[in-house]
């Protein structure tokens, strides 16, 4: 089988890669090929060396979709992206990547198709971002998706060209709009959803972090563990039961900044809560304002998708994964 | 003042111009210029003479965009389209005008904003082919767009960079989602809606006209008078109170199939509904069971969009309009 992942240098990209080195039946039968594209040169874990091939691409060029996609993957994982604030401050840029780079992709796939029959499955990393304040209390499996910024126009218009694709039979998709992922791995960012993963992190490995909102900013949070499992169940189930509505809301869940913090205490004690200094950021609060904070993720859970249920898991998560399996 | 109206020749765009004939200042100012554009010569009115032109383009060719908004109309109009059954039939068709000829619009009219500024008003006619079953009973304001034709993802795409573009200031557009225009001028023709006006425009002159499904179908109806009026008012009103959900479901008519032979038989006796002759056809009664049946539009209402209240003021309109205000 061969898989082609495209942005496998991003954080999720990286991770669901290092997944596949340690588990590489994952996706269902061996890997003959794995192809890793990226903007920037992706990682090639040892165990993968044998089979992986990488390719650096800037997927906006002329050329680029038809050369991913001219050796047939029959799993294709998309994930690159111009990210949310890039988006916004280059209109061009992002709309020639995040909207023409992901039609250029599918088309290169209808013109494999048509030269012989090809219908690989594509799984479309999407996000929350197609949906847009005022919200309900809880977003309701059908509500409307009404972006208030361009990347999230982009992955709106992008789950419609997949929805349609498949409808026609062009490909398999399936389109998984992410919560915000926590604990993010790394250093601080200048991410406006940044703090959520800070305010953990850091103070788990004896530092400072910042939070700029209040103690009551609800919000909706998976691991990247179970991004990653995102990915690998939507690459390898049967797709028969979605029917025509391809793009789902992953399952997250939705907690409290105040609950984050509850966790951390009984996870890592008084001392590492202490290092959480608050220091109000207007800007900030007013863009988490228009985010969603909880979303009703059944149909994706009975899909077979899962994800935490608490923020001890979490940052259990987070423990095991990134620093050794317990807490120096 | 410019006015543009793209899709001047089709049954909307040509209603819609004999009214700017005879009120010339429906739009709210002087028209100094009136830009009539279609893939077919538009007809101009003997009044409009002095400040129309016309223009016979295909908006998906290069050039066409740019040429359309190089004297900057004040007031574009966006009724051009490849309609649903023929954008099925030619996937690139349909996405080459419906898709990128209207992203190229919006992008020539950004281009000319970037030269000099230029935010003109949009008016974009959308469809309720962007929804999708199964549906509600009744489609709430924020239900969303599933649509199950390339048509409708055409459709709803084009709303998305719509709302988009808006929200950045590069024009200031309303799309507007019509009903089924009923009672359609004209002579029955193949479109699988095409029944909901055969079955009265037919008998109101003394013909014949099939019925191909049964009288508990519910659908969702507007005169051209009112379609006529959507596009009027969204050309002039205040967007201010629309915020950025930019795209509406316009009010509409929630009626039974049975309810519009009531209306029929009041209106024109029993000898009208005795021309209507039931043939049930099964692959028109599959296709209208795709099709919504009721909206609540009274988001679109408080912006003051109006529409019929009963189907017998829809007849009473078609006999006004197309049959000189009486029957013979």
Redo the contacts between chains.
Sequence with gaps: MHVLVIGAAGMVGRKLVEKIATAPTILGRDIERLTLADAFEPVVPAALQPVAQTMTVDLAAPGTAEALVADRPDIIIHLAAIVSGEAEAD?DKGYAVNLDGTRALFEAIRDEGQREPYVPRVVFASSIAVF?APFHEVISE???????T?YG?QK??AE??L??YS??GIFDGVGIRLPTICIRPGTPNKAASGFFSNILREPLVGKEAVLPVSENVRHWFASPRSAVGFFVHAATMDTGPIG??RNLTMPGLSALVGEEIEALRRVAGEKAVALIRREADPVIERIVAGWPTNFDARRAESLGFKAEKTFDEIIRIHIEDELGGSLS
């Design positions: 209109f847009g059908d509500f409307f998706t009404t972006p208030l361009s126009t709106a218009i419609l060209l929805a349609d409808r026609r025509p509505r």
